[in-house]
């Protein structure tokens, strides 16, 4: 064998190496999107990203905020009230638990949006203090109820009115979570009740990519 055929068999393993290693970090990436993975974990994507409805609402300081510019980074938008007997402190403990179970980075992609379905008792004021007990950083959003309706409506996760003339009324909701992307469309849903060791298994590969 000659020392041109011996160095063309080296540079030919040399290039089998590099492509096999480059195939295996490929398949193995962690951060890698897997769709089954991500169902699992009670995240559902839609085929076509929906574009939120024009309207403003009033976060827990009193400031005007447009639904359309939640933007920047992830959004778990729920609907619930702080009246609410059972799904509202208990989805918002896993979410802080959740956090607890992300990186800081991560965390710093993500956050948590509250819409009152309870207007009529949810002023900012009581929303602030309401989300304060959970000590997570968590937004909250009230305003006027058809706004909220629409805002609902459009992101699939519909809820029934109380009935304000009796005392104490409830409010019947749902525990699903609309996902907005950074770019402030609807990119999927994550449906109740909420996995949460999967979720923080999950979630990193979808934090780290772009709707």
Same mark, same amino acid.
């Given at each position: 064998?000659?020392?041109?055929?011996?160095?063309?068999?080296? $540079?030919?393993?040399?290039?089998?190496?590099?492509?096999?290693?480059?195939?295996? /970090?490929?398949?193995?990436?962690?951060?890698? $999107? #897997?769709p089954?993975?991500?169902? #699992?974990? %009670?995240?559902?994507q839609?085929?076509?990203?929906?574009?939120?409805?024009?309207?403003?609402?009033?976060n827990?300081?009193?400031? !005007?905020?447009?639904?359309?510019?939640?933007?920047?980074?992830?959004?778990?938008?729920?609907?619930?009230?702080?009246?609410c007997?059972?799904?509202? @402190?208990?989805?918002?403990?896993?979410?802080?638990?959740?956090?607890?179970?992300? !990186?800081?980075? #991560?965390?710093?992609?993500?956050?948590?949006?509250?819409?009152?379905v309870?207007?009529?008792?949810?002023?900012?004021?009581q $929303? /602030?203090?309401?989300?304060?007990?959970?000590?997570?950083?968590?937004?909250?959003?009230? %305003?006027?109820? #058809?706004?909220i309706?629409?805002?609902?409506?459009?992101? %699939?996760?519909?809820?029934?009115? %109380?009935?304000? !003339?009796?005392?104490?009324?409830?409010?019947?909701? !749902?525990?699903? $979570?609309?996902?907005?992307?950074?770019?402030?469309?609807?990119?999927?849903?994550?449906?109740?009740?909420? /996995?949460?060791? /999967?979720?923080?298994?999950?979630? @990193?590969?979808?934090?780290?990519?772009?709707?």
């Amino acid at each position: 064998m000659t020392r041109t055929h011996t160095t063309v068999i080296a $540079l030919v393993a040399v290039v089998a190496l590099v492509m096999g290693l480059t195939v295996y /970090k490929a398949l193995n990436r962690p951060n890698q $999107l #897997d769709p089954a993975r991500l169902l #699992d974990a %009670g995240i559902v994507q839609l085929p076509q990203s929906r574009e939120l409805p024009a309207l403003t609402l009033t976060n827990q300081d009193g400031q !005007s905020q447009a639904v359309d510019a939640l933007t920047g980074r992830w959004t778990l938008l729920f609907f619930g009230y702080t009246f609410c007997p059972d799904i509202c @402190p208990t989805t918002l403990a896993e979410l802080r638990q959740l956090q607890g179970l992300l !990186s800081e980075e #991560d965390r710093q992609r993500l956050q948590v949006v509250m819409v009152t379905v309870d207007p009529a008792r949810d002023t900012p004021e009581q $929303l /602030k203090q309401y989300l304060g007990f959970f000590d997570a950083g968590f937004r909250g959003l009230t %305003g006027e109820l #058809d706004q909220i309706q629409a805002l609902s409506g459009r992101v %699939g996760i519909p809820f029934i009115p %109380g009935n304000e !003339s009796l005392p104490n009324y409830t409010v019947d909701h !749902s525990g699903n $979570l609309a996902l907005l992307g950074p770019d402030g469309r609807q990119q999927g849903f994550i449906r109740a009740p909420l /996995k949460v060791q /999967k979720l923080a298994e999950a979630l @990193p590969a979808l934090l780290a990519s772009q709707p």
